[in-house]
């Protein structure tokens, strides 16, 4: 069954300082992965999403995520954090086994901004 | 409208009362999520319809009963709540097929239960 864990449940970085976000993944087939951001008391909105295609994938707002079938690793990472990137950011595989294709979320990362 | 919304963004309601909540996607999915999201817990799946059939329960309590009439719509019927159902109800919509399945998610909607 899939599964991924997110290290660290609140991650604070300077503004300007680089964004790093952790995520590991189990899978027993090659995974479709994601990720998510939510801001206060909003839905969870999109980041990026990795679908084989290439290791290295871009997604809005400037941030990026690099697949590493090795290390079982999605990471998140962003050059530059801007004070408007405080949120909670989600990890999520897909769940192939379900017909619905739901997704198996993490536990989520808060990112703190300060000035 | 786009994307997925739903309806009531907020929520208060006694413990005897009966609610529904409405979610509506303009994306041409085929698959449809409720999912729970309560603080300092991770996002709990509730319901998967799937071409309108619902795929998934995953245990949840009988005082929550959904419904999908059509592909764009998705209803979450609720009757005798307790304090701990109190929560973000997220929504979320997909494709069933081809992948690679992401969802989409509505605004939420924050119930509290008193």
């Known amino acids: 069954a899939q599964s991924v864990t997110q290290l660290g449940s609140h991650v604070s970085v300077s503004e300007g300082a680089l964004v790093l976000l952790r995520c590991n993944y189990s899978?027993?087939?090659?995974?479709?992965l994601f990720w998510y951001v939510q801001y206060p008391n909003q839905g969870l909105q999109l980041l990026l999403k990795?679908?084989?295609?290439?290791?290295l994938v871009k997604g809005i707002n400037g941030f990026e995520a690099e697949f590493k079938k090795s290390e079982t690793s999605f990471h998140l990472t962003k050059p530059s954090a801007h004070m408007s990137d405080a949120a909670e950011y989600f990890c999520?595989?897909?769940?192939?086994?379900?017909?619905?294709?739901?997704?198996?979320f993490g536990k989520g990362t808060t990112l703190s901004v300060s000035s | 409208e786009t994307g997925v919304t739903q309806t009531p963004r907020h929520l208060v309601m006694g413990m005897t009362n009966k609610k529904s909540l409405k979610c509506e996607q303009h994306?041409?999915?085929?698959?449809m999520y409720w999912y729970k999201q309560s603080a300092k817990k991770p996002l709990e799946l509730m319901f998967v319809?799937?071409?309108?059939?619902?795929?998934e329960n995953n245990s949840v309590p009988s005082r929550f009963s959904p419904e999908c009439p059509n592909s764009s719509h998705l209803f979450l019927h609720l009757h005798t709540l307790q304090p701990e159902d109190s929560a973000l109800y997220l929504c979320?919509?997909?494709?069933?097929?081809?992948?690679?399945?992401?969802?989409?998610f509505g605004p939420g909607t924050r119930l509290t239960v008193t």
């Open positions: 990795y679908t084989s295609a290439a290791t």
């Open positions: 999520a595989v897909s769940d192939l086994g379900q017909a619905g294709t739901a997704l198996i």
């Open positions: 899978s027993s087939v090659p995974p479709y």
């Open positions: 319809y799937s071409l309108e059939e619902r795929v």
């Open positions: 979320a919509s997909s494709q069933k097929t081809g992948g690679p399945y992401e969802q989409y």
């Open positions: 994306l041409g999915h085929n698959a």
